[in-house]
């Protein structure tokens, strides 16, 4: 992947320093971006103009070589650290082997990310290494601008995600309603925990998977982050909320659908029709140059004319619109940049969400995501899903 590591370069010369560091397993986004690595292990890389690949073992060398984005790889073994081990404990010949790691990639002042393991940090301190912080998460802000590679795998990513949806519709469109109001699929109660299998093995069909997904109907919706339980109910609003990760790519995608199998009453379906209003005005609003924020109020705006109450109008209000707009998408499903309060300026190649949504124990939630990438003149949706409360 053609990454543009100038910010990270710019970064280093305002704090002075001669590297980068991380320290984390293939499962961390920041890893995975600057290494172009998976490993289930932690494992070292230096950004130093150059990227560069260190393990503790030899487990992991000879595919990190054919398949990283490193200029070089190398083991603890490479810098003596089995006779470092027979004259000093684990821990000092680790910090030793790793000092001598970043000398001999003439790296004396070091800068790692706010979440570096402390006890590696003042270890390298200790070998005489200088560590600083970057409060500021540089590498997170370079994630935030994707390349076209990486748009098409959260392209790839979203087509499996509709998928899913459209699989989990099925279901609920599909369903028969008893006399307690309950869906019933093939003769038994259709659950959040059915809708959500469903999902996975769609998901899991199309290279796809995810730890959670959000299939939950009435009061369980009023949480926008409640993942569901048990029996789906007729007349009620089914939020489906479904953001997956392509196991080849580790890109994720987002959408969010709400559903409704009967009736809506009248509250249900304004909010509906009132949400999806505030997602396409959002949408219009996206552009090179508009902030997050700005975004952000579009759909507040939208929501108070109406009466709403938003989390901008009352901080501390339980119902309502109580979230922001929306955030970016790429190695983390929540990552820069915020399409709420205080975001800044969106760039093109940012990859984001719309996902405005009303919620109230007393009557359920309403929520309608897409997935957008912003470009030189606007913004494409990636999201190709119809938009309907009920068939």
């Given at each position: 992947m053609d990454t543009?590591?100038?910010?990270?370069?710019?970064?280093l010369g305002e704090l002075e320093a001669d590297g980068y560091l991380l320290d984390a397993d293939g499962t961390d986004p920041n890893q995975q971006y600057l290494s172009?690595?998976?490993?289930p292990d932690p494992f070292l890389t230096l950004y130093a103009g150059d990227v560069h690949l260190f393990f503790p073992r030899s487990l992991e060398f000879g595919?990190?070589?054919?398949?990283?984005?490193?200029?070089?790889?190398?083991?603890?073994?490479?810098?003596?650290?089995?006779?470092l081990r027979e004259e000093f404990d684990r821990r000092e010949?680790?910090?030793?082997?790793?000092?001598?790691?970043?000398?001999?990639?003439d790296v004396e002042h070091l800068v790692v990310p706010p979440r570096f393991p402390t006890?590696?940090?003042?270890?390298?301190?200790?070998?005489?290494?200088?560590?600083?912080?970057?409060?500021?998460?540089?590498i997170e802000s370079v994630r935030a601008t994707k390349t076209e590679t990486e748009i098409e795998h959260v392209r790839t990513a979203q087509r499996a995600n509709e998928r899913a949806m459209a699989a989990a519709e099925e279901l609920i469109r599909g369903a028969s309603v008893d006399s307690e109001r309950r869906l019933i699929h093939d003769g038994d109660v259709l659950t959040s925990e059915r809708v959500r299998e469903e999902i996975e093995v769609t998901?899991?069909?199309?290279?796809?998977?995810?730890?959670?997904?959000?299939?939950?109907?009435?009061?369980?919706?009023?949480?926008?982050?409640?993942?569901?339980?048990?029996?789906?109910?007729?007349?009620?609003?089914?939020?489906?909320?479904?953001f997956p990760q392509d196991k080849a790519t580790k890109y994720h995608a987002d959408m969010t659908r709400t559903?409704?199998?009967?009736?809506?009453?009248?509250?249900?379906?304004?909010?509906?029709?009132?949400t999806n209003e505030a997602r396409a005005a959002a949408i219009d609003a996206v552009e090179p140059g508009v902030t997050g924020e700005a975004v952000h109020d579009v759909v507040c705006d939208i929501y108070e004319d109406a009466g709403f109450a938003t989390l901008r109008s009352d901080g501390s209000t339980e119902t309502g619109f109580i979230h922001t707009t929306g955030h970016g998408v790429g190695l983390a499903v929540h990552e820069q940049p915020s399409i709420g309060p205080g975001g800044d300026e969106l760039e093109p190649g940012h990859v984001i969400?719309?996902?405005?949504?009303?919620?109230?124990?007393?009557?359920?939630?309403?929520r309608i995501e897409d997935f957008l990438v912003v470009t030189e003149t606007g913004a494409e949706n990636l999201t190709d899903y119809p938009i309907s409360l009920v068939e």
């Open positions: 543009d590591f100038s910010q990270l370069d710019e970064r172009g690595f998976d490993a595919r990190a070589k054919r398949e990283s984005d490193a200029e070089s790889v190398e083991r603890y073994v490479d810098y003596d650290y089995d006779r010949a680790t910090d030793r082997v790793r000092a001598a790691f970043l000398a001999a990639h006890g590696a940090a003042d270890g390298l301190r200790e070998q005489g290494v200088t560590v600083s912080v970057d409060y500021d998460d540089v998901l899991l069909r199309n290279g796809c998977a995810l730890d959670e997904t959000i299939v939950a109907c009435g009061a369980d919706a009023a949480d926008p982050h409640d993942r569901g339980s048990g029996p789906l109910l007729a007349d009620e609003p089914i939020i489906v909320d479904i559903f409704l199998v009967g009736e809506p009453s009248e509250t249900i379906q304004e909010w509906f029709d009132l969400t719309i996902e405005p949504g009303l919620y109230d124990p007393a009557v359920g939630g309403v």
